[in-house]
């Protein structure tokens, strides 16, 4: 099956729906939109990301998906240009369609974490300059921050290559190296980040990107002090759940609409 395109016209209105307010933050059922509403928030991700610092021309990719329907932003657009009728759908189990001249290289990421992780709902790639910095270096995230307590079960890292994760196989390492958690490092390459829904996975790609920045700032004005484990643990339930996480994503929304990079479907 080829993937899929639909055609948006840009408005000042994002019509999004976002996840029942009902789910519990240790949910592991996965929040989906409809078709349409879940394109459009791939797209509005894709834009999120490029205004906390994933800009890398071209490259980076961010991805929901809706039971067994995939839906991802397509190459050759670049993250900030990113709208509604740039992400194209597919068939998980279609294994014609990572062939798509459409298709980024490194699709497997999302289509092997999908396939490893029932839980996850979105994926995103990219190449932020301080994560990936830090995946340039021996060191580990440290819990300095309250960014950092998202990752108080720790930061997976990808260690096996640097290259580019285009076969199945390295897209399952990957995967089998993520685990359970939030993010993982891909060694010299960038991040991946996963959610139970877009936006949680963009909250863990920014949240991850910051956590990494405030490390790097914290490494060149003194000793380093980290939160205790347990304190950290104690934070979490307060720092990350869905009502503060829609909150989060609402006022990303709003920075996209002042930044003038509203999309949402024709009327």
Request: glycine share 6%; charged share 25%; aromatic share 6%.
């Amino acid at each position: 099956m080829a993937c899929r395109r639909e055609h948006w016209s840009r408005r000042r209105d994002h019509g999004l729906r976002l996840p029942s307010p009902g789910l519990p933050a240790d949910a592991k059922t996965v929040v989906v939109a409809t078709a349409q509403s879940l394109r459009e928030q791939v797209a509005s991700a894709c834009r999120i990301l490029a205004l906390e610092g994933y800009t890398d021309l071209t490259l980076g990719h961010v991805s929901g998906r809706d039971g067994s329907t995939v839906y991802i932003k397509r190459k050759g657009v670049a993250l900030d240009e990113t709208e509604s009728e740039d992400v194209i759908s597919f068939e998980l189990d279609d294994e014609h369609a990572l062939g798509s001249p459409e298709m980024h290289l490194e699709a497997v990421l999302h289509t092997e974490v999908y396939r490893a992780r029932p839980d996850v709902g979105a994926v995103v790639h990219g190449h932020p300059p301080y994560a990936t910095a830090l995946a340039a270096t021996a060191a580990r995230l440290e819990l300095l921050t309250h960014d950092a307590v998202l990752f108080v079960d720790g930061l997976s890292v990808f260690d096996e290559t640097a290259e580019l994760i285009t076969e199945p196989a390295q897209g399952h390492a990957v995967a089998r190296a993520l685990g359970d958690r939030p993010a993982i490092l891909l060694r010299n390459h960038g991040v991946l980040a996963v959610g139970k829904d877009v936006a949680w996975a963009v909250l863990a790609a920014c949240t991850l990107e910051r956590a990494a920045r405030l490390q790097a700032i914290a490494a060149t004005l003194g000793e380093l002090r980290p939160i205790d484990e347990e304190v950290a643990r104690r934070m979490f339930p307060a720092k990350y759940h869905d009502r503060l996480v829609r909150e989060y994503w609402q006022a990303w929304l709003r920075k996209l609409g002042r930044s003038g990079d509203d999309v949402s479907p024709a009327s």
